[in-house]
């Protein structure tokens, strides 16, 4: 089965404001979604999820707006903690380092099976003050059934809560 | 106020074999998931689909994994009414026309707001007896927020429920 190597510590998520945790993919005020949780393993970044049964494509196979979402959070995620890596500073620290997604690619290589837990794994590909490019893999069973890629932005001024 | 030009006739969704129609994101038994419903509209296809408060992302702003599952799901069953379309033969004729993603890609153009319908709408780029690719918009209030496009393959028989 596949372990979180530190699902002990906090995750990415756990560090970002009230006012930016409420994404459906990865917030942990938000009680409908998928409460994602991202962290650093080594110079790598990892999240386990276990689909729920009705993340169901066909019978047997985990649908893929799901593999899609779980890429997408994982890689903003990634993103953020990664700048606040290059920049020496926690990622709970101010400013709060948010990103959103500027365009996501998912490849689908094999069925993902629906009833064992999915790890995605993040690479940090390139990283500049305003962007960062994440690749991903998504392993079940030891098998990676999707990669992705996800450039990830700074949260824009217009999407920025008032303080 | 966006509105679904055939609301009224069955959806390409509603064509599926009840083994198949299990699907998170589409699927009209699955009483968890978005129950998309996508329609011909002359050559393109469409859909309309009103996120959930919690579809959120930021305040204001829909999650982008919803818009990514949105396109795919829309893709994949504009997909399969364009291989009916081709071969002359409604949708819900046997054998099912059942593609899933072989790939996706979305490119976040806008932020869209959360509270308006969204309309997804399909054109497809390309069709073989193989692969279906379909080019999409994801516009909310009149702005296109997001384009997508999905690479549509059959489902494979690792994938097929058994008769």
């Known amino acids: 089965m596949t372990q979180d190597p530190s699902a002990d510590t906090p995750a990415f998520q756990d560090a970002y404001p009230d006012d930016l945790s409420h994404c459906y993919g990865c917030g942990r005020l938000n009680d409908h979604g998928l409460k994602l949780k991202s962290r650093w393993d080594g110079d790598e970044t990892v ?13 047997g196979f985990v649908y893929g707006g799901l593999i899609a979402s779980l890429v997408d959070c994982h890689g903003t995620a990634s993103a953020a903690a990664a700048a606040c890596r290059r920049e020496g500073r926690p990622l709970g620290s ?4 948010r990103f959103v997604t500027a365009s996501l690619h998912v490849d689908y290589r094999h069925p993902t099976p629906l009833g064992v ?9 390139e990283i500049t003050d305003r962007k960062v490019i994440v690749s991903e893999t998504v392993t079940a069973a030891g098998t990676v ?4 890629r996800v450039v990830a932005v700074r949260l824009p001024p217009s999407m920025t809560p008032p303080a």
Chains 1, 2 share one sequence.
């Open 117 to 125: 837990p999915l790890e995605i794994r993040g690479r940090i590909e």
């Open 47 to 59: 999240a386990v999820f276990q689909p729920a049964p009705y993340h169901i494509a066909v019978p």
């Open 145 to 148: 059934c999707a990669t992705g």
């Open 94 to 97: 101010d400013p709060p380092a």
